[in-house]
């Protein structure tokens, strides 16, 4: 069994969306293009066969990993959480003493995580330093670049 994966409604709708749009409009243009290739002739020779239904075996294994993905995922009601201490789903202000900066985090899973708009993964090395923190504290973590000292000012939803 796969690891829970926690999502919020529109993270979970955006991959239900995914699966959709590979079930209903990927699969059948990989299944015609195995149909026109096949009516070329001779299989064992023929190209163009070989490169559709490795398409197709590639895209069954996407489908695949999404449904398991999907079947494993829980929606978090952000109204049920608890701003004591980090978690997921919950924005975090942090003072990054090593550059004098603050920034807002929001804690997501890995599947929603985009630094554009500062929702990092839970699994990150700076989401999983901060998780469990509370206000006030600072924790010392391990980047790539070296150690970022961050102090958790605020916990919000």
Not at 17 to 38: F, N, V, Y
Not at 51 to 67: F, M, V
Not at 85 to 90: A, N
Not at 107 to 123: T, Y
Request: hydrophobic share 40%.
């Amino acid at each position: 069994m796969s690891d829970l994966q926690y999502f919020t409604q529109e993270g979970l709708d955006a991959i239900k969306a995914e699966l959709s749009e590979l079930k209903h409009i990927e699969r059948p243009k990989i299944i015609q293009a195995i149909a026109e290739a096949r009516d070329k002739g001779d299989l064992s020779e023929n190209a163009e066969y070989d490169a559709a239904k490795e398409a197709q075996g590639h895209l069954e294994d996407k489908i695949a990993q999404i449904e398991n993905l999907i079947a494993n995922s829980r929606v978090i009601d952000s109204s049920m959480l608890n701003t004591e201490k980090v978690c997921i789903l919950c924005k975090v202000k942090v003072q990054n003493h090593n550059v004098g900066k603050e920034a807002v985090y929001q804690l997501v899973s890995e599947k929603e995580a985009n630094i554009k708009e500062n929702r990092i993964s839970v699994k990150s090395a700076i989401g999983s330093g901060l998780l469990g923190k509370a206000k006030g504290d600072v924790v010392e973590i391990q980047v790539p670049a070296g150690i970022v000292k961050l102090e958790v000012l605020d916990i919000f939803i």
